[in-house]
């Protein structure tokens, strides 16, 4: 019989319960045993959802991120953590942990990059000469204990061996591969210990198959699970984000007892998979999507699936295509939601449904016949509607070429003419856009909302804001100001409310890392501007100084990354119709006198495809997006865009082509080592590398940004450099932004005189 599962669900909680437990323990608010206590509560909750399927999943909770708690459960903790135990250790090594004036060290937090090519950060394992690993399973034992007080069939998720080793970092010496041996010893130990426990099957997470691994981590695999298979437990390796490729035949080989396919992200034809998984093996398929809240076509997949499971028979799972901790919770919390809209979606715990209808379908259960109609009726409604279809819009789209998206003049030529419209020092100061979000302004925003104040009221409560954000970077001293972006909720969001083709939820949150939430805007239909967005902001702002306020936007490239995006045409499609919405955006800002426009991508290098041969045409419709959105302007307006915690060196080529005047880049957490791409390659345009990580509490040290900067300068010329933070301020509250802009100027000052004298 066809067996469900998920490989994982949302740990936040349907009203992002964990997030606001979180913030009151790091506040002292609350003790480590009530915080306990309430995430406990919460995952009763995950597995009371998941009460229809076959199995459970445990191991998918974390009170930070689960790359972090695969190293504390091998005890692979950086030394620098050493004064520390306990939550104290943990969420020091997550978020940093600022010094104490009385006693004890600052401690440096983990890197942090992306999952893959989602939007969700896992902190880096690191790896030196000194590094071991010891089990540690007590928290995920109890958790197991928890669960089998509810349901004896538990299944447990665990970052597989290889994927931890191949996500982490290390020293030039070392190699990971080197680690395995006794990393693998510990998975076994940790396997005995789940035998005992009654668990019958462990999910080994392994999506590193799903990219182009290299010969010696194809052999490693082979003896590794050489080894894990030897233990009384069943194994179920699972990939997903990509297609396997060459790497099926691997799979399929590994001696476990099942297999898990993102069926989503696959090119390989599915009997061509059936064909070579052996008679002892499951096959687990990934029919739902898991990072996408659009509802499943059940005649389609069950066209699928059905001349599948006369053949697999019991050897079929089915299972949303990856963990869903990418996508919202409960649709039905969603009570003000266009019901026509509102039938085209599905939420994590819809998804479960879903999965238990194709079940039924497959056992050929009446019941669900009513329910699959339906749905073939939604899909079909949704074809044809007007509320998404805009042929306006195509038409506009249509009419863009190639050339619409370049500059008039080189960056050489522009840069002379902005050095004299501009008149900025060497190592100009910046921020990236957004200043702390106080109690104030999100009280203001939510008595708009709830029309408690008028229009008129609101905005003069945000420009009290915006004049106080000037005051205070003039105050400090930086160069270049921004405004602060007090009115937008989020960086995505302000924006798609204000352009056709988007709607909004009210609790569809999603974990981006630790407590940090966003609630991605839904793009359901064709993508137009009808209005201004952002030009009375900046033209209040810049009437309160005489220094240059920079213009703020999303990048169309990151607003379809960080959006869920329509299924039922290209990606590259929607970004273009979002970049020609911003252009006009762009041009507005440029007639209306500002000098500095900022196009934040900060997710371009998140949405590549893994494998080489996607990523290039995706890279170059995302590079010409960006392009049209900036293209429109002359050569005296600076583009300046910013990106986040990504690997850019392989992009780099692709970076330059944007041809961005000033871009802004994370580099503080890598200690600029991300910069060593620039040993070799010409970069010509302007750069701020990030000088203190804004995702920690710290306050910077001089020293240590001013040897950030020199370091930078190894590899890039002075006159290129900017200095800024590596992100936006927005989490963070005025006395940290305060103290820490103070010094960053200061450093920029020093530097000005030590290079003016060179």
Same mark, same amino acid.
């Given at each position: ?23 009151? *323990? ?7 045993? $009530?915080? /306990? ?54 969420? @020091? ?44 399973? #007590? ?7 928890? =669960? ?26 070392? %190699? ?10 510990? *998975? ?15 999910? +080994? ?24 298979? #030897? +233990? ?16 099926? $035949? ?106 238990? +209808? ?40 249509? /009419? ?45 925003? %939510? ?96 009437? %309160? ?42 041009? =507005? ?6 000098? +500095? ?24 419709? =995302?590079?010409?997006? !960006?392009?049209?959105? @900036? ?34 880049? &994370? ?10 791409? !620039? ?26 940004? /001013?040897?950030?900067?020199?370091? @930078?300068?190894?590899?890039?010329? &002075? ?10 301020? %927005? ?18 000052? &020093?530097?000005? #005189? ?5």
């Amino acid at each position: 019989m066809t067996k469900t599962h998920t490989l994982g669900f949302p740990r936040i909680g349907k009203k992002r319960e964990l997030k606001f437990v979180l913030e009151k *323990y790091w506040n002292s608010e609350i003790s480590e045993n $009530e915080m /306990k206590n309430e995430c406990k509560k919460i995952r009763q909750e995950i597995w009371n959802d998941q009460k229809q399927l076959d199995f459970i999943t445990v191991g998918d909770f974390s009170l930070y991120d689960h790359v972090l708690d695969t190293s504390f459960l091998f005890n692979n903790i950086p030394k620098r953590f050493n004064g520390l135990s306990g939550l104290n250790q943990y969420f @020091a090594y997550a978020r940093g942990k600022a010094r104490n004036q009385d006693k004890g060290n600052a401690f440096r937090a983990g890197e942090m990059t992306k999952w893959f090519d989602t939007n969700y950060h896992f902190i880096v394992p690191e790896f030196d000469h000194q590094t071991t690993f010891k089990l540690n399973a #007590t928290e995920l034992i109890n958790q197991v204990r928890e =669960a089998k007080r509810l349901r004896s069939d538990v299944k447990v998720v665990l970052l597989g061996p290889l994927t931890y080793l191949y996500l982490g970092k290390s020293e030039k010496e070392i %190699k990971k591969l080197e680690l395995l041996e006794p990393l693998v010893c510990e *998975y076994v130990s940790l396997f005995k210990l789940l035998n005992q426990e009654g668990v019958s099957l462990v999910q +080994i997470d392994e999506p590193i198959l799903v990219t182009e691994i290299e010969d010696d981590w194809k052999l490693a695999f082979k003896n590794t699970y050489k080894t894990l298979s #030897t +233990i009384d437990i069943k194994i179920l390796i699972a990939t997903y984000f990509d297609d396997l490729k060459d790497n099926l $035949e691997l799979l399929v080989s590994l001696p476990s007892h099942g297999i898990h396919i993102d069926l989503t992200r696959n090119d390989t034809p599915l009997e061509n998979i059936v064909n070579q998984i052996s008679s002892d093996k499951f096959l687990s398929l990934g029919v739902i999507d898991g990072r996408n809240i659009w509802v499943n076509n059940y005649k389609q997949t069950l066209d699928l699936l059905r001349p599948i499971a006369e053949t697999l028979k019991n050897r079929l799972y089915i299972a949303p295509s990856c963990s869903l901790l990418h996508v919202p919770v409960d649709l039905d919390q969603e009570t003000e939601l266009d019901e026509e809209f509102k039938s085209y979606l599905a939420f994590a715990k819809q998804k479960l449904v879903e999965l238990d +209808i194709l079940k039924k379908a497959i056992l050929d259960y009446q019941s669900v016949d009513n329910a699959i109609q339906k749905r073939t009726n939604v899909i079909q409604k949704r074809s044809q509607s007007t509320l998404i279809h805009d042929h306006s819009v195509k038409s506009t789209i249509s /009419k863009f070429k190639n050339d619409d998206g370049y500059r008039k003049s080189t960056f050489e030529k522009r840069k002379e003419i902005q050095n004299l419209e501009l008149s900025l020092p060497l190592f100009p100061t910046t921020t990236i856009g957004s200043f702390p979000q106080t109690k104030e302004i999100r009280l203001a925003r %939510k008595q708009y909302k709830n029309k408690e104040i008028d229009q008129l009221k609101y905005e003069s409560k945000i420009k009290k804001h915006i004049e106080y954000c000037i005051d205070k970077q003039e105050e400090i001293g930086l160069d270049v100001l921004v405004h602060g972006e007090a009115e937008r909720n989020d960086m995505v969001e302000y924006f798609g409310e204000n352009l056709s083709g988007f709607i909004f939820t009210q609790f569809a949150w999603v974990q981006s890392y630790g407590s940090r939430c966003v609630k991605p805007p839904i793009i359901i239909g064709d993508v137009s501007r009808n209005k201004d967005i952002t030009i009375d902001w900046i033209r209040f702002a810049q009437s %309160k100084t005489s220094k240059v306020v920079k213009g703020m936007l999303t990048g169309p490239v990151t607003m379809l990354n960080w959006s869920f995006v329509r299924d039922d045409q290209p990606r590259s499609e929607t970004c273009l119709q979002i970049a020609v919405a911003l252009r006009d955006e762009v041009k =507005a800002l440029e007639s209306s006198g500002v000098k +500095i426009i900022q196009i934040d991508e900060a997710a371009l290098r998140e949405g590549m495809p893994l494998r080489d041969e996607k990523a290039q045409d995706y890279l170059e419709w =995302a590079v010409r997006s !960006f392009r049209i959105t @900036a293209g429109g302007v002359s050569d005296k307006t600076q583009i300046h865009t910013h990106m986040c915690y990504s690997n850019f060196n392989p992009i780099i080529k692709n970076i330059a082509q944007m041809d961005a005047d000033v871009i802004t880049i &994370e580099t503080s957490r890598s200690n600029m080592k991300l910069l060593k791409v !620039f040993k070799d390659f010409e970069y010509k345009n302007d750069i701020g590398p990030g000088v203190y990580d804004i995702h920690s509490p710290n306050i910077p040290e001089n020293k240590n940004m /001013k040897n950030l900067i020199k370091r @930078a300068a190894e590899y890039i010329n &002075e006159k290129q450099l900017w200095i800024n933070p590596d992100c936006g301020l %927005k989490t963070r509250n005025w006395s940290e932004v305060e103290k820490s802009l103070i010094r960053m100027v200061d450093v920029a000052k &020093e530097l000005r #005189t030590e290079y003016n004298k060179v």
